[in-house]
DNA sequence: ATGGCCGCCCTAGGCGGA
């Protein structure tokens, strides 16, 4: 099986790229987050047409959103609301006996401290429901999982490329990294990059629109990210980060992450 | 931090991203 997650910022405006994607790397699932669209203005014909005939998508106007496109039956869908908003941070669906979770973190916005900005405040709020959710007396369904998404932390040294630069910057702020590690505890939770990547290696997945030359400033960030619980983690094969993606025509400012595991 | 770019929306400046 071979799954893959993309913020993809406008599934209606990228529709040619994640086309691009899905045919030249024919991953069985694919989970998009800022797919910016609502659920009735969702591109679905493209994606049938090329045999991802199973879809599951939780979507508003402008904002947010999270799809799930799958080759295999969805067996059951469902949402739980991070924080009771009502917004589009997150999908679950049933496929092959695994539940999937596809996430969309919040940003946070600029200032990391919750009593001067409540964004940064409702992102710490929701990494927490995460690990509460996960825990042992949360409600997340039980059996192997694989846990997707954009969760906008880099949690470790390498996955910045200025651990000293990035420590006051939200994403990377010890206060961010500490409860991402809980959510990540929660249920032993394995990071599938880390899994094949040394640590001491940097590896990034967002590259931000503002530089001149993304490619050779090379100022990134490793937020997307693959989880799986340790009942899979014998069944992983590899993982990859699909960098030249951030380089295609009208790109997305993340790059796909790749993981492909014997189930 | 590089705050220089993107995409969205009651089409145009404000909001959100990170």
Known sequence: MKIATWNINSVRLREP???????????????LQETKSPDDKFPHDGFEAIGYT?????????????AILSKHPIENSAHHDFCQKGDCRHLSAKINGITIHN?????????PDRE???????????????????????????GPSILVGDLNIAPQEHDVWSHKQLL???????IEVEKLLAAQASRAWVDVARHFVP?????YSWWSYRAKDWEKADKGRRLDH????????????E???????????KPSDHAPVIATLKV
């Open 17 to 31: 790229i994640v086309l691009k994607f899905l045919t030249e790397q024919n991953p069985d699932v694919l989970c």
């Open 239 to 249: 993982c990859e980060t699909l960098k030249p993606a951030r380089g295609w025509e």
């Open 226 to 237: 693959i989880w799986v619980t340790p009942d899979l983690a014998d069944a992983l094969k």
């Open 168 to 174: 006051k910057i939200v994403s990377h702020t010890p």
């Open 199 to 203: 640590e001491d290696e940097k590896l």
């Open 54 to 66: 199973h879809r599951a998508i939780r979507g508003e106007k402008g904002y947010n959103g999270v």
């Open 116 to 142: 001067k900005n409540e964004k940064f405040g409702h992102k710490l709020d929701f990494v927490d429901e995460m690990t509460s959710w996960f825990g042992k007396k949360g409600k997340a369904p039980a």
């Open 103 to 111: 996430f969309y973190v919040p940003a946070g916005g600029d200032i």
